[in-house]
């Protein structure tokens, strides 16, 4: 519960701060500044923001801890995403990495919590096993892969849900 709080806290200060037009530089460091300041609470909170450029189809992922996002090609291809990174809140100074990656019609970006990567207990390489899922699947709904995903992780932790599982498939289109 007070996991959800901080996170809640977190989103809604990140959501008013990038709506107010401050750089993600500016406003990462600021929750990770409000994060600090809460140290004795142990307050920390992962960060997974995926910056997507309409008119260009580049998105921006900043990770802060955060577990490995997916891209999922028109032509199949799958792509791991990820950044080594702690989460914020944890040290003063704060450390962005950032990968940008040119999107294309019909690409899917796969954002998931780790209660979902973290299901499969027999892979070494947690990723893997998204991978597999996505190579495989022909799926081209958004909310049905999502469900997919899910549906399999649910599965490998035989019904014993003891994390937060959550799954973001959005789906890129020219307009």
Do not use: C, H
Request: charge should be negative; avoid cysteine; hydrophobic fraction near 45%.
């Amino acid at each position: 519960e007070k996991a959800a709080k901080e996170s809640m806290a977190t989103i809604t200060l990140l959501e008013q701060l990038m709506e107010a037009g401050f750089s993600k530089d500016i406003v990462i460091n600021t929750i990770n500044s409000v994060l600090m300041s809460k140290s004795l609470d142990e307050a920390f909170s992962t960060i997974d923001l995926s910056i997507i450029d309409l008119y260009t189809g580049k998105v921006e992922f900043i990770k802060n801890g955060a577990v490995a996002s997916f891209i999922k090609k028109k032509n199949g291809d799958v792509e791991v995403i990820e950044t080594p990174s702690l989460p914020a809140g944890i040290l003063s100074e704060i450390f962005l990495d950032s990968k940008i990656i040119k999107l294309s019609d019909g690409d899917f970006i796969i954002t998931m919590s780790d209660g979902i990567l973290d299901a499969d207990k027999n892979f070494i390489d947690k990723t893997n096993w998204i991978v597999d899922i996505l190579s495989k699947s022909n799926n081209r709904n958004p909310q049905s892969i999502a469900d997919e995903i899910l549906d399999m992780a649910i599965e490998k932790r035989e019904n014993n849900i003891d994390d937060d599982m959550t799954v973001l498939v959005t789906k890129i289109w020219k307009k």
